[in-house]
């Protein structure tokens, strides 16, 4: 029983991470019908986001102190952070210590920024190239922004962590009336999943409650007849498309402290983040995230010791056998809408 | 002849003197020279020339005359490279055994991989091959290690079987040849300043690209490859003529497959190693990307892309910081620290962005790849019809006698 | 050769002779509803072999959902589509194809990127290899004869001068010529028409008006479905009227015209 707890759990962060780049992926696939391979490249950004803002906030000048001495004798040189001139040592402590949750703030506008370029000036000339020129014009992009993040930050992951509160475990198992030591569970994937629900349901009350949203929405049912209605739903959707990336971003910020993040990691999450989409339903939003945390899930449990003895190996391939499955019996996945892409 | 009309014909000889007199034309620069640095004519680069060009003229098979974009080709070329590994190890050195099970096993491969993928179409087709690669590499790295030696990959050992060839001297290492040739062993021609390297290896590993540009050739100029471009032109129409596309599909896929294989199973004849990354499923974006960058659904531009990726792999990337401040070394200082500083993040380790860069460019403004761009050009210079060029779209069977 | 040539071998094949009528193509109580709505209805009709017989009726009436089930793009509800004792219905477009049933498109669905020749050279080769033919390296010297009658098609529908354009190229009405020639070189035994002239200037539709008349007397069976009631008392030997998802009636031409069903069918919607 345990087990099976620890493993769900386990599969929760690796789930909303999916979840939350497939559901960007599907809002600008449902929105513009673009194929955009340059997703997980924004979930990476986002991630260096976080590190460049802990970089920044530790920035520092070097002042002498008097009442230390290096081993020479001297006074000792000390760094000091700018950010305690101003805000003094305490609070700038905490302000660095909590530099990844405050690199949310500095990612949304940046993000949303990025995306909002990436459509205007390249994905909205796609629409009506065939989807294999928006794979590889993404594809390309894709290679361009690691790149361009593996020029000024190298290519090693980079340690972020997260702040003191949450860096270490707790039982979980005790909760839940288990012996103590049984199911172990770092506070920070917890935070991870809690943000993932909220970011999550921020979205869907986003579309489903505002007139922005509704529009969008009618625009992914029928973009033609919204169009004769006089709205102009063009410029709906490049918000979108800033939005998805937004979200991408966010979700790769409040990833680095489980991952340090490095150069390639969206490309890694890209794979898997299509498999999510197709299984989902190519088109439904509500399917990405229940396929996310499904095949989290799912393969965290596919990594327990039991089940490899048995079928060894199957954690690695099981979500691509999945993805092959259901593609197969059920091209629409989980929860698509007949119709879109069903060929 | 050959059952090629003349433009053929003079294409197929173009390359033929190209890759024939490659050491000549690729070491332009004496070696002394500062220059000698471009020199692209040894051995192992030119190996990777004509290998990647075989493999982008199969995958230019399916996805040129096709439209279907596969994203897992990497995986018949890394199936292709172990059979090739296991023949060497089990049986000869000889690399016929080697390449023949190579190009077998990476097309029966291909046959299960694109029955299955081929169910689907556009984005999805994709999706599943790149799926099946990312699931080949991921078994070739963990549970397959007994067949694939996971990350070490595999090598000849001294210990080896190899039933045909014997036991080996002690101290003698094992190297794959062709009856008695080995692969590695080259002549050196030293002209004054110039050297040029004939290399065994290259030249076997050239001979096999020509017949396989000669097979596409064929294959592009047939009735069989009209029904292919018909497929990527309009699949729906070709139902109501009669035509079943899926067959079609599954054999140019098979036969790109093939490809894949052969020069999967090249490429071990040459570094006599095996591993799971080139099975990675960026390993299958390079063949895009070289496909692509040429001209898909032209007969040269796979066969150019290749060789311009391998180019600028190893030689811009071979550009390091000091030697663009000796290239600029006549500026001002100024003026030499600001070039160098904007062109060194596009060479050197950087070399990747420029592919991207490239890359990119190529997909929005020469959708038809560098073939395009010269087709272009061409018709600037003069009064032919710019579908007058090396493309599928300018051919027809009536121009074909 | 003529097109006389071509479409003769049709009717020898059949041992056609004319004023024996004998059903060929049949409509067996054919049902076809799109969420609720009743698309088509009972719909029995017989074709006779070697006649050319029109289909008509009021926009929205079913013609386009009738003539998607014959070729296999829609599956009906009920009922069955019955060629020369094949059963079609379940079957994909090219086993159809395959039985000898070609239709032209009435938006013409070309290759685009294919010149106009070879557009015609693929339905050609899949009437002469079959719906599968592995050959990777044969050459197009083997097809030189089913290239100059390609040639021919072409010819007798005016195109002859556009052999290597690419068809993306093409006016719409030269399209529609090069959709005709397409269901053309293949000879079929059952040729579907979806309102061949449409699209068409009045002179292209009496040169189309011509070379289907042409065809007629070589025999081959047409189902032709038209707008244009100048085509079909021009071409047609039989109408059958469709209404509603039903046919409301049938007969000659004469008879169609007299019909009062017919008349109040088309009321306020066309001229007959």
Known sequence: MEAIVLQVLNGLDKGSAYALIALGLTLIFGTLGVVNFAHGALFMIGAFCAVTLSKLLTVSHIVIDETKTDFLGNPAKVEVPYLYDVFGQATGDVIIDWAVPISILVAIPVMMAIGVAMERGLIKHFYKRPHADQILVTFGLAIVLQEIIKYFYGANPIPTPAPEVFAGSFDFGTLLGFDPNLVIYPYWRLVYFAFAAVVIGGVFSFLQFTTFGMVVRAGMQDRETVGLLGINIDKRFTIMFGLAAAVAGIAGVMYTPINSPNYHMGMDFLVLSFVVVVVGGMGSLGGAVLAGFLLGILESFASMGQVLEVLPGINQVILYVVAIVILLTRPRGLMGRPGVMED | MLGLNARDLQILLLVAILTMFAPFFLNPFPVDSSLAQFNAGYPDLMQRFVIFGIFAI???????????????????????????????????????????????VAGLFSLAVGYISLRRSGIYFSILTLAFAQMSYSLAYSVLTPITGGETGLQPKSNDPRILDGALEPGEQARASLFGMEMSSSYELVVSGWVFTFNVGYYVAAFLMLVSFYASIRIFRSPFGLMLRAVKSNQNRLGYTGVSARPYNLAAFVISGMYAGLAGGLMVAMDTQAGAERMFWTASGEVVLMTILGGAGTL?????????????????????????????????????????????????????????????????????????????????????????????????????? | MSIQDITDDAGEDRGFKRGTPNTVFHIDDVHKSFAGLHALSDVDLSVHEGETHAIIGPNGAGKSTLLNVCVGRLKPDRGA????????????????????????????????????????????????????????????????????????????????????????????????????????????????????????????????????????????????????????????????????????????????????????????????
């Not at chain 2, 990337?317 to 006549?330: D, T, Y």
Request: no cysteine; net charge neutral.
């Open chain 3, 81 to 272: 589509v019955v060629f020369d004792g094949h059963v079609l219905t379940g079957k994909t477009p090219y086993e159809i194809n395959q039985v000898g049933v070609a239709r032209v498109f009435q938006t013409p669905e070309v290759f685009p990127d294919l010149t106009v020749l070879e557009n015609v050279m693929v339905p050609g080769l899949s009437k002469k290899h079959g719906h599968f033919k592995f050959s990777p390296f044969s050459s197009f010297r083997k097809e030189s004869a089913l290239q100059d009658e390609a040639e021919h098609v072409l010819k007798s529908v005016g195109l002859q001068a556009q052999l290597t354009d690419n068809a993306s190229s093409m006016s719409r009405g030269d399209k529609r010529r090069l959709e005709l020639a397409m269901g053309l070189i293949q000879k079929p035994r059952l040729l579907l028409l979806d309102e061949p002239t449409a699209g068409m200037a009045r002179h292209d539709t009496n040169a189309t008006i011509d070379l289907l008349k042409q065809i007629k007397e070589g025999g081959m069976t047409k189902v032709i479905i038209e707008h244009d009631m100048h085509v079909v008392f021009s071409l047609a030997d039989r109408i059958s009227v469709l209404a509603g998802g039903r046919i409301i009636a049938q007969g000659t031409p004469e008879e169609i015209k007299n019909d009062p069903r017919v008349k109040e069918a088309y009321l306020g919607d066309e001229e007959v």
């Open chain 2, 58 to 104: 199969g995958f230019n098979i399916l996805f040129g005359l096709t439209g279907y974009l596969s994203f897992g080709h990497a995986a018949f070329l890394g199936a292709g490279s172990y059979a090739a590994i296991w023949m060497m190890k089990l049986l000869t050195m000889n690399i016929i055994p080697a390449i023949t099970l190579s190009i077998i």
């Open chain 2, 300 to 401: 040269i531009g796979p066969v150019l892309g290749a060789g311009m990726i391998k180019y600028m792999e190893n030689i811009i990337s071979k550009i390091n910081q000091s030697v663009l401040e000796s290239w600029f070394a006549w500026a001002p200082d100024f003026l030499q620290d600001f070039i160098v500083a904007v062109i060194y993040p596009f060479v050197g380790k950087g070399w990747h962005l420029t592919l991207g860069l490239m890359f990119m460019l190529v997909v929005i403004f020469l959708p038809g790849g560098l073939m395009q761009g010269i087709g272009k050009i061409g018709a600037l210079f003069s009064r032919k019809k710019p579908n007058d060029r090396d493309s599928v779209a300018g051919s027809t069977p009536a121009a074909a006698e």
